[in-house]
């Protein structure tokens, strides 16, 4: 039943690895800008990395749902 | 009688302190070349982060998009009217150089060779290093890219985009230190400076 929702079907699934470059880049670096140390620095990475993709994931699903609404 | 000093409930932390040299000439650098400002003020660690995630980000955006995404001038063709109001400053900075290069200039000597092939086409020459960043010569020249590169023309644009804006934080940090941190554990969120005892105070440069 999902696999027949236009967004999925739709969705460029073998383009989302485009994603996880820009993933890691953007929480490292912003990591490195709120901390001086490796370690912090990782740790910080990791939760920005976990905070955008859920994001990310949670407007997918709204648009999902929205979708299967109309 | 001479009380002996209480010790503190929290004992002090070790705290970091870093020299920021100039941080002028750091800013400077960390424009100039990602990381360069880091390694100028020896915090050779950052400095190689920096320059790895952003510089790879750069450089693959480059090539998704073949050469093409960076350049510096519009076609000859599609001069952007300048508008008037707080919406015509970026009408104002589209007309010296399409919008997204004011972003990818932020990666500082990587994203120049555009602005070589500006003044060369402007000049009237050939463009240099194999077409690398040359601006398109008509509109129809940059939607014979669009439709070429297809999704990977847009690809190139972001992660190039994305760079200059990463190094926008790079050279912030290169001129000021890190910024104050929020605790990730939530049950730290009492006092931030003394449960996040490796995020060091700035010392400005003597």
């Known amino acids: 039943m999902l696999a027949q929702l236009p967004l999925l079907a739709a969705l460029p699934f073998g383009q989302l690895w485009y994603y ?23 740790r910080h990475a990791w939760h920005t990395a976990v905070w955008m993709t ?5 407007i997918f699903l709204i648009a999902l749902v929205l979708t299967w609404l109309v | 009688m001479n009380e002996p000093p209480k010790k503190p409930a929290i004992p002090p932390v070790e705290s970091l302190t870093i020299d920021l040299r100039n941080p002028w000439i750091a800013g400077f650098l960390a424009w100039l070349w990602p990381g360069a400002g880091h390694l100028y003020q020896r ?12 510089l790879a980000i750069f450089f693959f955006g480059l090539v998704l998009g073949q050469g093409r995404v960076v350049y510096a001038m519009h076609p000859a063709n599609q001069d952007p009217a300048v508008g008037a109001g707080f919406g015509g400053i970026f ?22 060779p555009a602005v070589v092939q500006r003044m060369r086409v402007k000049g009237g020459g050939q463009p240099l290093f194999n077409n690398w960043m040359a601006p398109p010569r ?22 190039t985009m994305i760079a200059g804006i990463l190094n926008f934080f790079a050279i912030w940090d290169a001129c000021a230190g890190p910024a104050p941190s929020e605790p990730v554990d939530p049950k730290k969120k009492k006092d931030p400076k003394k449960d996040d005892p490796k995020t060091p105070e700035p010392k400005p440069a003597t």
Not at chain 2, 138 to 159: A, K, P
């Open chain 2, 138 to 159: 008509t509109t129809q020249e940059l939607n014979s890219w669009h439709r070429q590169l297809n999704q990977r023309f847009d690809m190139g644009v972001l992660y």
């Open chain 2, 43 to 54: 915090r050779y660690g950052k400095g190689l982060l920096f320059m790895a995630c952003i």
């Open chain 1, 20 to 42: 996880l470059p820009l993933l890691v880049a953007i929480s490292l670096v912003y990591g490195a800008t709120r901390h001086e140390l490796p370690g912090p620095i990782l």
């Open chain 2, 91 to 112: 009408t104002k900075f589209a007309a010296i150089a399409p919008l997204p290069f004011w972003l990818q200039a932020g990666t500082g000597l990587p994203a120049m």
């Open chain 1, 54 to 58: 859920t994001f990310i994931g949670a």
